[in-house]
């Protein structure tokens, strides 16, 4: 029988940062770390792209947070793909939002050594994920039973 070996990013949402560049570079230092250390699947937090929140514009509006991290999720998406491929190690890089069909969803990707990707959409949302004076993301429309082998 196997095993495989979880291992969770903590991360410190209170840290500063200055960049998207530099997110992605701590988020490379942790994939390569975990690897090491024989993980086999690493798992970032829900909401990992509130973190950005600390290099936003500083007159970006609490209304358009969402949509602005959903920028920032585009970039970032292929470059933790890129930071995984080829390697022995999956990674569930958390969650983010992503553009749907009238509005945000929060999404969380699994991106796998072999270039493939998954992804679910939250189903159920916080009472501050459904505010429309905050970020008002909407829920998932179905459970996503992927095919991909972790």
């Not at 936003?56 to 999720?73: C, G, S, T």
């Not at 983010?96 to 929060?106: C, L």
Request: aromatic share 8%; glycine share 6%.
């Amino acid at each position: 029988m196997d095993n495989d070996t979880l291992a969770l990013w903590a991360a410190n949402l209170a840290r500063p940062l200055g960049s998207l560049a530099e997110w992605i570079s701590v988020a490379e230092a942790k994939i390569a770390e975990a690897e090491a250390g024989g993980t086999d699947l690493l798992m970032l937090p829900e909401w990992i792209a509130s973190h950005w929140l600390s290099f936003m514009p500083a007159d970006l509006p609490r209304n358009r947070e969402v949509a602005w991290m959903a920028e920032q999720a585009k970039l970032t998406i292929p470059a933790l793909a890129r930071a995984v491929a080829g390697r022995r190690l999956t990674l569930l890089a958390g969650s983010m939002p992503a553009a749907v069909a009238g509005g945000w969803v929060n999404r969380a990707y699994l991106l796998m050594p072999n270039g493939t990707e998954a992804h679910q959409d939250k189903l159920c949302l916080t009472p501050f994920e459904k505010r429309p004076d905050a970020w008002l993301v909407q829920p998932g429309r179905r459970f996503e039973i992927g095919r991909a082998h972790v």
